[in-house]
């Protein structure tokens, strides 16, 4: 059974940079798509990316601007979410699921981790 697990999280200054991981154990999820998503106790989960079982196709949710870039290692069974100019709205807990990728868009998955705290200082 394939567990997956977010890296990366953490506090950063407004203005600062991360990247996130997403690594599969148990498994590969090489033939799955992949896709990011974060919450925070006054918003219900919201979707922010997702990639396709090969990479090469990417989809970013029209709420969200050019600061959020995922990408997919297959050989190391890893997806990234990299996230530039920080600001304090972005602070939430970010995870990482894998399905179909017209589920994901729509803030569903098959496989969940457990999730990352990102916390943003003024």
């Known amino acids: 059974q394939v567990q997956l697990t977010e890296f990366g999280g953490g506090l950063v200054q407004a203005g600062g940079s991360l990247r996130l991981s997403c690594s599969a154990s148990?498994?590969?999820?090489?033939?799955?798509?992949v896709g990011w998503f974060r919450r925070t106790p006054w918003k219900e989960r919201e979707f922010i990316s997702a990639i396709n079982l090969n990479g090469g196709y990417k989809y970013y949710s029209d709420s969200l601007n050019a600061r959020f870039t995922i990408s997919r290692d297959i050989a190391k069974n890893t997806v990234y979410l990299e996230i530039t100019n920080l600001k304090p709205e972005d602070a939430a807990v970010y995870y990482c699921?894998?399905?179909?990728?017209?589920?994901?868009?729509?803030?569903?998955?098959?496989?969940w981790g457990q999730g990352t705290q990102v916390t943003v200082s003024s």
């Open positions: 699921a894998a399905g179909q990728m017209r589920d994901l868009i729509r803030t569903n998955g098959d496989y």
């Open positions: 148990g498994g590969t999820f090489s033939s799955e798509a």
